[in-house]
């Protein structure tokens, strides 16, 4: 099943839990100075992989025991679709940041960087031209694998399959052109991603979203901080939630769960679960989790027990096409 908007490598490093983290980069149409540039305590600098998880998960350990396919794919390669470069350049709008624009648009922050070719402090003027960074895209080659792709360009498998819509147990065929990030770069030896004549593609623009979920609030702790610019000039992207200690978190609404797992620093233990219509929630710095990765959830199924963000909230987001929107506009209304 393909997961809409998920142009996104480590899961949620694409779905950009921006409200765990403040925004070192300046917004365009403030004032001279701009905020002050902070980073979060742990955060892999960008633009370098995130090494996995030193116990591989289900899913990987898969991955990596799978022997490579022979012959094309049945039915026809998978193909990315044509580079229109036109669609690639995005109006600085006011109030933008360059963070704000690699968080809109699933594109990696160095990348963006390297690719208009910016320098500090990164200041944004409304009405500028930013062109997104060209899809990376690499045709697997006889005798590989996803995992063996992954370790190859150092990203990790699991979201290396995300990106690429794919399902478990992750194969890939010889032929199949599969998107890497942005700067993804082989270690081992020289070849089309170290700047040889690989083909480049744009991703597949967001499937439209459909029909929208009928979601419930996760916890119904109160609302610790909402939607939007904080005071201190940084932005959530959605609430943060009071939790009682070792209260149940539960799913907004019914779906899969397409990741599980703590490898993003300054999340805590995450949880992404994918909807119809291509939807997604978002629970971060839960506590003790109660699913995995793969799991069919129900509306109002118990995730996790207890959170450890800031006065012991939760993060939740809500996405839709990889977009971020106000979870309190999509909740039932609580009584005042």
Not at 7 to 13: F, S
Not at 19 to 31: E, Q, R, V, W
Not at 156 to 179: C, F, H, Q, Y
Not at 297 to 318: N, S, T
Request: charged share 20%.
């Amino acid at each position: 099943m393909a997961f809409p908007g998920c142009r996104i490598w480590l899961a949620a490093a694409a779905l950009a839990l921006s409200g765990c983290a403040a925004d070192p980069y300046p917004l365009a149409g403030a004032a001279p100075g701009g905020r002050p540039a902070s980073t979060v305590s742990g955060e892999t600098p960008v633009g370098k992989p995130r090494p996995e998880a030193r116990t591989a998960s289900p899913a990987v350990a898969e991955a990596a025991a799978l022997a490579p396919e022979r012959g094309p794919r049945p039915g026809g390669s998978l193909r990315q679709p044509a580079d229109d470069p036109a669609a690639r350049v995005v109006v600085v709008r006011r109030g933008d940041s360059l963070s704000d624009l690699s968080r809109r648009h699933s594109v990696n922050l160095q990348a963006l960087i390297e690719t208009n070719r910016l320098e500090p402090p990164y200041r944004l003027e409304v009405g500028q031209t930013i062109v997104l960074p060209p899809p990376n895209i690499h045709r697997i080659e006889p005798g590989e694998t996803l995992y063996s792709v992954s370790r190859r360009f150092s990203v990790d498998t699991r979201s290396l399959a995300v990106m690429n819509g794919l399902t478990r147990p992750w194969k890939v065929w010889p032929g199949d052109e599969i998107l890497l990030p942005p700067l993804a770069r082989e270690t081992s030896r020289t070849g089309l991603a170290a700047g040889g004549s690989a083909p480049v593609r744009a991703p597949a623009s967001p499937a439209a979203a459909g029909a929208q979920p009928a979601f419930i609030w996760p916890v119904p702790g109160r609302v610790v901080s909402g939607f939007g610019l904080r005071p201190d000039g940084t932005r959530n992207e959605g609430l943060d939630l009071a939790v009682a200690d070792g209260g149940e978190v539960s799913a907004a609404a019914g779906g899969e769960v397409a990741y599980a797992g703590d490898d993003l620093a300054g999340l805590g233990n995450l949880i992404l679960i994918r909807h119809e219509g291509g939807w997604v929630s978002a629970y971060a710095r839960l506590g003790s989790p109660l699913v995995k990765e793969g799991d069919r959830i129900r509306q109002g199924q118990a995730l996790a027990r207890g959170a450890d963000g800031p006065e012991g909230a939760l993060h939740f987001e809500i996405r839709r096409s990889g977009e971020p929107v106000d979870p309190a506009l999509h909740l039932p209304r609580r009584p005042s």
